[in-house]
């Protein structure tokens, strides 16, 4: 990672904007500009190409450092404690972003395409999707995101799981609001097929409270029982607390401490009953 680097004087193997230009040249893309993308965390840029915007992300030995691949990695080896731990490469983590970018999309929700995986050197790659111009929903307000956004967000994931996909990382952060008002999940790098039903509503739990952030408990869990049904928002209920949570959302719960418990209340008064723990 980069602190082994500094210590031992390596210089960091990061390409910056003009090698990831000219990475994309030598592989047919007619580049005009690279810029940093404000919208995700990681490191991801915009690239302007004369047949449209890419979005690009890097993915190499310092992104350790950002803890990026940690998090996959660890997504990876704890997956299943059951089973033998097996080693786990730079190629695997490419195969499991590809995968489950893949996955995504075969589901039909969206996520933006994945158009690319460009390896260079022996442990750097870099993962070349459309881009999607938009905003986060963590950076709108309530007046901007309108109930057929949210009912949007509620039909995206009921596609994930009539399919079995879990994002596992749904938050005010990883869905975005395209300037057209259709909703987009980024970054599903951390989720997983065939997933288990306790996945399937955690991701549920994680997209109620990313949006309760922004237009309240009301409308969240009304457009959500609208969409989805009672008895799958009552499911997710259980797993509304903050381990279960992004940690961009577990941020944002603590201006708003109580709405964890304002949700649950919500879910319990719509839908009728009060829902069974784990």
């Known amino acids: 990672g980069i602190a ?3 210590i031992s004087g390596q210089p960091s193997v990061t390409p910056g ?3 990831i230009a000219e ?3 030598e592989h047919g893309h007619e580049v005009t500009s690279v810029r940093s993308d404000p919208v995700e965390e990681h490191r991801r840029y915009i690239v302007e190409t ?4 890419l979005g690009v992300l890097v993915l190499d030995r310092d992104s350790e450092g950002t803890g990026f691949l940690v998090r996959v990695l660890d997504q990876l080896r704890t997956r299943e404690e059951v089973l033998p731990r097996q080693a786990v490469t730079m190629r695997r983590a490419i195969d499991q972003l590809t995968l489950l970018s893949l996955a995504v999309n075969r589901a039909g929700a969206r996520t933006p395409p994945l158009r690319n995986v460009l390896r260079f050197g022996a442990d ?3 993962l070349v999707h459309d881009h ?3 905003r986060p929903l963590s950076s709108l307000t309530a007046d901007e995101v309108t109930d057929e956004m949210l009912s949007d967000l509620w039909r995206q994931l009921a596609r994930l799981r009539k399919n079995q996909v879990a994002h596992r990382r749904v938050s005010g952060r990883t869905i975005l609001i395209g300037d057209d008002g259709r909703v987009w999940l980024l970054n599903p790098s951390g989720g997983e097929v065939a997933a288990p039903d306790l996945a399937l509503r955690t991701d549920l739990a994680q997209a109620l409270v990313a949006a309760a952030l922004v237009v309240g408990t009301d409308r969240t869990v009304d457009t959500a029982v609208r969409v989805l049904g009672a008895e799958a928002v009552a499911g997710a209920v259980p797993l509304l607390q903050p381990i279960a949570l992004a940690r961009s959302s577990r941020q944002g719960l603590r201006e708003r401490r109580s709405l964890l ?3 649950r209340d919500s879910v319990v008064s719509e839908v009728g ?3 069974q723990e784990i």
């Not at 004369?50 to 915007?53: F, L």
Request: glycine share 16%; hydrophobic share 35%; no cysteine.
């Open 50 to 53: 004369t047949k449209g915007p």
């Open 132 to 134: 999607i111009p938009g």
């Open 23 to 25: 990475i994309l040249r």
């Open 4 to 6: 082994v680097r500094m």
């Open 273 to 275: 009953w009060e829902p």
């Open 17 to 19: 904007g003009r090698k």
């Open 124 to 126: 750097s790659a870099l």
């Open 261 to 263: 418990g304002e949700l």
